[in-house]
């Protein structure tokens, strides 16, 4: 079965750190850039992040820049999203898509896969 699961959501405190992994199963990530979106309630998807396939070009989005932090590790099949410095409105729900293709750069789609989300709360 070809899916993408995310995991690691959660409640944080402000300044507190979540790493989200997005896992593949049923085809490797070695030609996809995987791109992490958020939607946050009564708000449009925002990508946040994305690394390429080809050399690991990442791209942040300036909400997040200088907090997070995206890698892959191709062995595992997976891509973290490592996050920290959190703020209250960094809270959503987190999604990360596959963007197939072997380039240096990412985030243009179109997406092969998508997964279910996982649900980052960021509040004292």
């Known amino acids: 079965q070809v899916q993408l699961v995310e995991s690691g959501g959660g409640l944080v405190q402000p300044g507190g750190s979540l790493r989200l992994s997005c896992v593949a199963s049923?085809?490797?990530?070695?030609?996809?850039?995987i791109v992490w979106f958020r939607r946050a309630p009564g708000k449009n998807r925002e990508e946040v992040s994305c690394?390429?396939?080809?050399?690991?070009?990442?791209y942040y989005s300036d909400s997040v820049k200088g907090r997070f932090t995206i890698s892959r590790d191709n062995a595992k099949n997976t891509v973290y999203l490592q996050m920290d410095s959190l703020k209250p409105e960094d809270t959503a729900v987190y999604y990360c898509?596959?963007?197939?293709?072997?380039?240096?750069?990412?985030?243009?789609?179109?997406?092969?896969?998508w997964g279910q989300g996982t649900q980052v709360i960021v509040s004292s």
């Open positions: 898509a596959a963007e197939p293709g072997a380039r240096t750069w990412c985030g243009l789609g179109p997406y092969d896969y």
């Open positions: 690394i390429s396939a080809s050399d690991d070009t990442t």
């Open positions: 049923g085809f490797t990530l070695d030609n996809y850039a």
